[in-house]
């Protein structure tokens, strides 16, 4: 199993930057590959990000590519996201997720949830003028 726990969620202004990172804990994470996800009221979950368990490929969902990167220190047991150009509509409870003994980020299923069987609480981030 595996445990998450998100933080660095706040209020920032548009145009500002954050970065979440979300802890985990477990014996299957060095092998897990783990996602961003957010979620904004009354709008489904959806992918943001995701990384393999060494690090050594990603994915984006398109329309953020370029403003956000995500990024993982196995030493740490941590799982980072970075946002930048921050803009009203990433207004959101941010999650991340896990996907435990994964080999790869199937293009088809790393933006799903089913994908992930393990998830955070969440972290609120919220943009504002």
């Known amino acids: 199993q595996v445990q998450l726990v998100e933080s660095g969620g706040g209020s920032v202004q548009v145009g500002g930057s954050l970065r979440l990172s979300c802890v985990a804990s477990?014996?299957?994470?060095?092998?897990?590959?783990l996602g961003w996800f957010r979620q904004a009221p009354g709008k489904e979950r959806e992918g943001v990000a995701a990384i393999t368990a060494g690090g050594g490929s990603t994915r984006y969902v398109a329309s953020l590519l370029g403003r956000f990167t995500i990024s993982r220190d196995n030493a740490k047991n941590t799982l980072y996201l970075q946002m930048n150009n921050l803009k009203f509509e990433d207004t959101a409870m941010y999650y991340c997720a896990a996907r435990t003994r994964c080999n790869g980020l199937a293009p088809a299923s790393w933006a799903a949830s089913w994908w992930y069987a393990y998830w955070g609480q969440g972290t609120q981030v919220t943009v504002s003028s």
């Open positions: 477990g014996a299957t994470y060095s092998s897990s590959c």
